[in-house]
Nanobody
């Protein structure tokens, strides 16, 4: 059974950094385009970064230059390095598959990991 487990969130001051990890199961992980999504209170879940099986990346304008997505197919893991964090980045962060028109689910949504940027 496929599953996604996010970790690495926490409380950080503005300007700080965090590295999120997403551990995935399943033999098809290596061919999936994977992404990081976030959802802030009262807002829709939004895609902030994506990475293809070949390593091509795309980012939302709001995080370009600050976030870096990467993957290790041997470990079935996707990472999100977040630098220069701002209060507006506060949200629950999730990972899952990415399609052309919205999420292409690799598996059920995990619990996510909370990122809080505050003084």
């Amino acid at each position: 059974q496929v599953q996604l487990v996010e970790s690495g969130g926490g409380l950080v001051q503005p300007g700080g950094s965090l590295r999120l990890s997403c551990a995935a199961s399943g033999s098809i992980f290596s061919i999936y385009t994977m992404g990081w999504y976030r959802q802030a209170p009262g807002k829709q879940r939004e895609l902030v970064a994506a990475i293809t099986s070949g390593g091509s990346t795309n980012y939302a304008d709001s995080v370009k230059g600050r976030f870096t997505i990467s993957r290790d197919n041997a470990k079935n893991t996707v990472y999100l390095q977040m630098n220069s964090l701002q209060p507006e980045d506060t949200a629950v962060y999730y990972c899952n598959g990415v399609g052309d028109y919205g999420p292409l689910l690799f598996g059920p949504w995990g619990q996510g990991t909370q990122v809080t940027v505050s003084s």
